[in-house]
């Protein structure tokens, strides 16, 4: 969660969707989309750090997976049984958790539904994409959630698989979108200078701008790297 929050430049109403989707009265799925590299991750580990620090009753139980992060969230099997025993011993619902599949897949929305069941349930899956499997196979992801769960999925919809997994949510109204915007000029000026002031290091203005006007420093994970290579100089 620190490696996704860290270098985050807050845009405004960045975390608005975020918020409207958590302050859903019968919960609600949001869809957060946009090319590799485009913060996402930085984006919902920043969302989720604050909603930690300010968790109460009516934020509810909140969990985070960064999948592709440790063997545990790899494959959607070994995804759903850390997910579902993690969910278990923190509410200590007292569930024998399944080791099939298809077995977790039938067994995670009625887990869900009882962990719900007298306070909300907000749940990140960041990086769908990064399965084992990618977006091909999501079938243990239902779409029809139980009352009070929140849930906001991620994943990079710059190639076909995120292309057509985006038509399908938008085409059966599965989901809310929230598509993350390239860097404006003024968020790629503030995220230079204070990557660079981490380190102590500056750019003259001539540099700045010749760095923030190249086509690719809309994308943060460019910038980042382009970034990281400078203050080595």
Known sequence: L?????GYIHRRNAFGPLDAC?????????AVTGPAGS????????????????NSQKTGTLYYLF????????????????????INQKQKLGKTIPQDQDDLGEAFMPLLAEAAKDQPLVLVLDALNQLDSGLTNLSWLNWNLPPNVHLVISFKDDDEPGRELA?????????DFY??????????RSLALSYLAQF??????????????????????FLKVLLAELRLH
Do not use: V
């Open 2 to 6: 620190y490696l996704n929050s860290e």
């Open 22 to 30: 958590l302050s859903a009265s019968t919960g609600c799925i949001l």
């Open 39 to 54: 913060g996402k991750s930085a984006l919902l580990a920043n969302w989720f750090e604050q909603m930690q620090k300010k």
């Open 67 to 86: 999948i592709g992060a440790s063997d545990a969230t790899h494959s959607a099997t070994s995804l759903l049984s850390s997910l579902m025993a993690e």
């Open 167 to 175: 038509e399908q949510i938008r085409e059966h109204n599965l989901a």
């Open 179 to 188: 598509a993350i915007q390239p860097l404006s000029m003024e968020d790629r």
């Open 200 to 221: 102590l290091k500056d750019l003259h203005p001539d540099d700045l701008a010749l760095l923030t006007d190249l086509k690719a420093a809309d994308n943060p994970l």
